[in-house]
Each structure stands twice: as C-alpha cells, then as structure tokens.
C-alpha cells in the first residue's frame, strides 16, 4: 500500500475532525496536533510565521466594535456581484474571512457556520464568507461545506487591505506550503501570495460592528457560541427598541 502525503493525511484529519461532537475550538486543535504530529519542521514554519505576524501587529487596527463596517461589492462564486448595504436590508450581517478551500481550519469554520446557519436565520442574521479565491475554488469551499451562504472572492485582496487583514506569505512558508500541495498561484489567479488573516464580523443593521474575532493563530476562529451570543443580543436590544 501506497503510503499517504502529508496534504492526504491532513486530509483525513479535518474530516475526521468534521465529525467530532465537539466545539470549534476543539476540533481546530485536534487538527492542529495533527499537523504538529505528521511534521514538526511544518508545524515549526507554521509558528514563525504566525508570531511574525502577531509582532507586526497584523490585524490590531481592523475595524472593532462600535466601528461602523466598510462596505463591499465583491463577486460570489457564480459571479453575481454582492454587496454588504443589499445584505443588511435583510438584517444583520455575520462576515467571516477564510483563507481559502485548501485551509483545514476554514473548512471546518465554514462547516461550523453552515450548521448553525437555521439558527442564525431564526435571528433574523445570515452569513456571508469573503475568501481571496476565484470562484471556481469558491465554490469548492461552499460545496464542501455543504453551505447556502454566498462565498465571495476579494481577488485584488482591496477589501482585506482596507480592513488591515492582509499580510504577505513570505518566502519561507511559501515553500512549506507549496511542499503541502498548496497553490496560491492557481487558486487566486495570481503570484501575489498574500492572505487575509481569517477574521469574524458580525455586523447590525444600521451597518455597526457588533462584535468582531480577529487573530493571526488562523488556528484559532470565534466560536459559534459567542456568535449566535452577540446576534441574540442584538435581536433582544431591536425587540426592545419597537416596543
């Protein structure tokens, strides 16, 4: 028996964490321990790079609570344009930033926000998911998360920029990720490799951030808990507000 890569067996650690009874948090970690099991000289590029980016303070001035959101008009992945002011007409807004469907840790984030997507909608909230893909990739991530929600593709990576998201890749976890079968080249249509560090908002109505999850670990995403926490307590805050 032929035996695996390292990309097939992270493979079969995210699914298999996809099917644990267990938090967010938790199975990002397991997937983690994975990685940091199967390759320690991986898992070791991995921590350089996230506390290059943590002492660049990559990040730390994204828009906060209380910041009204800045618009976008991104396309989804079939192409039709989406913008955020069309999304809030219908409610608050959750924007979750993903590195893209190659990102064990955004697959299993976009599989959380799928599941808890009826209960999100019963707060009168949807989500929406901005990656640095094209579409056909896109698509991939929505198809794999089994998700309703539109994915969208900040190509020119403007939007992650303004919202002081974007970082460079650079060259040494450029050849760690390209040893994993990693392709930025052909997932974004360009060489630029540069990322979004993943980034949850969840926006009201009047387009003012509720609460936000910014943190360059991409190991690490809000939780769905503290998710449908803030939509709740801007669902009772409306409800009080019309009586």
Known sequence: MTEKTFAENIEAATEEARRMDAPLSVRLQAVADKVRALSP??????????????????GVTAPRPGDPMPPFLLPDETGRLVSLPSLLEKGPVVVSF?????????????DALARAETEIASLGAQVVAISPEISAWA?????????????LSDLDKGY?????????????????????DVDLDRFQGNDAWMLPIPATFVIGVDGVILSRYVDPDFRRRMEIEDLIGALRTDAKRRADQAR
């Open 41 to 58: 000289a991986f898992a070791d590029v991995i921590e350089r790079l996230i506390g290059r980016l943590a002492d660049n303070g990559v």
């Open 160 to 180: 992650a920029l303004e919202l002081n998201l974007l970082f460079w890749v650079g060259d040494e976890a450029r050849r760690a990720m390209s040893s994993a």
């Open 139 to 151: 698509a991939e991530l929505k198809i794999d998360a089994k998700a309703a929600f539109h994915i």
């Open 98 to 110: 993903n590195r893209g469907h190659w990102c064990p840790y955004c697959r299993l984030n976009m």
